[in-house]
């Protein structure tokens, strides 16, 4: 890892504050780079003109009892690597051979969505319950790396 690395994990730390996610262990933010200049950032969050969970006042996942890693579908956030690559598409910006910074592990959903978009490297710092992405990461050829700031321990 180098200085890079540890500026845009930090910008996707600072971006996951920005996330309508009840649950506050489940702020996530992703940053897109290529050449070392931002494309696209993205949080989870609900769609556009789709009520949040903060305002509903309840997590929909927590409430049914769905665990961690699991259902992906059941949940109003859209994740903030999809937030992320649905942004780039939006504003026409080619993220093939881009790198993805993000504040979590994706999960396999966002795995796809990644080796879709050509993004070759992902960088996270927390880890996700969710094997079936990491086997859909390797096999599609994307780089992923655990961020391990100097001096900290994993």
């Known amino acids: 890892m180098d200085k890079w690395d ?3 994990m930090e910008l996707a730390g600072v971006i996951a504050r920005w996330a309508s996610c009840y649950k506050a262990n489940r702020k996530i933010g992703a940053v897109i780079v290529k050449n070392k200049r931002i494309v696209t950032t993205g949080y989870n969050g609900a769609p556009a003109g789709i009520k949040t969970c903060v305002e509903r006042g309840e997590c929909l996942r927590e409430k049914l ?3 961690s890693g ?3 579908e059941i949940c109003y956030a859209v994740h903030a690597e999809q ?3 649905i942004q780039a598409a939006r504003l026409g910006s080619s993220i093939d051979g881009a790198t993805l910074y993000c504040t979590h592990q994706p999960c396999v959903l966002c795995a796809k969505m990644i080796v879709n ?3 070759r490297r992902v960088v996270y710092r927390e880890g996700y319950p969710d094997e079936f992405s990491l086997q859909m990461l390797r096999e599609g050829g994307v780089a992923l790396e655990r961020f391990e ?3 900290e321990e994993p």
Request: charged fraction near 10%.
């Open 6 to 8: 540890a500026r845009f």
């Open 65 to 67: 009892g769905i665990a």
């Open 70 to 72: 699991t259902h992906h």
């Open 83 to 85: 937030n992320a690559i």
């Open 117 to 119: 978009s050509g993004i």
């Open 149 to 151: 700031p100097e001096g």
